[in-house]
């Protein structure tokens, strides 16, 4: 089931990755219509219209699309935060197996909500601890946990939720 699951993320994040690029491409072509009409000027509208056969109305469309989409070079690009926290798990230090698994038995079985932004290696540590009785060496785990920054943390928790524990760095 987890396999299943695995895959079916993976195709989700491909979908929304061609959803996102095809919004851009949109916008990019909005962008170029509207420098057309621009460079036209009076009546390059109709003009362009004209040109590529399609409606005024068509053109008007994309010219206020690229008046809404915004400076694309004025952002990052969408798959920033997903390159940030895979640089981030590989500077990690590797952790035996079983860690990473009493890890995302904590995740897994835990409310992660906006609270721990503030503190995630430390909210991690405290679960850990909480573990005594039924994994041996939490409190390494604890002071492992302890030891990333907010960022790694992050990481960690959001490669357990997407099921990716082989991203994980993990000693052999």
């Not at 068509?58 to 969408?78: E, M, W």
Request: with cysteine; glycine share 6%.
């Amino acid at each position: 089931m987890t396999d299943f699951l695995n895959r079916l993320r993976q195709a989700e994040q491909r979908i929304d990755h061609g959803t996102r690029e095809r919004s851009a491409g949109a916008d990019d072509k909005a962008r170029a219509i509207a420098d057309e009409v621009a460079r036209r000027g009076h009546g390059g509208a109709k003009s362009l219209a004209g040109d590529l056969g399609v409606s005024e109305k068509t053109i008007s469309q994309a010219v206020t699309r690229a008046r809404n989409a915004g400076n694309p070079y004025r952002a990052l690009p969408h798959d920033t935060l997903d390159r940030l926290l895979a640089l981030e798990l590989r500077d990690i230090p590797a952790l035996p197996a079983e860690h990473w698994q009493a890890l995302a038995y904590i995740v897994n079985d835990t409310i992660i909500d906006i609270t721990w932004l503030e503190e995630p290696s430390l909210l991690l540590a405290d679960e850990a601890e909480d573990l005594d009785d039924e994994h041996e060496g939490t409190a390494d785990l604890a002071t492992a946990c302890r030891n990333w920054t907010r960022i790694q943390a992050l990481a960690v928790i959001d490669a357990i939720l997407r099921g990716d524990l082989a991203a994980l760095p993990t000693q052999e």
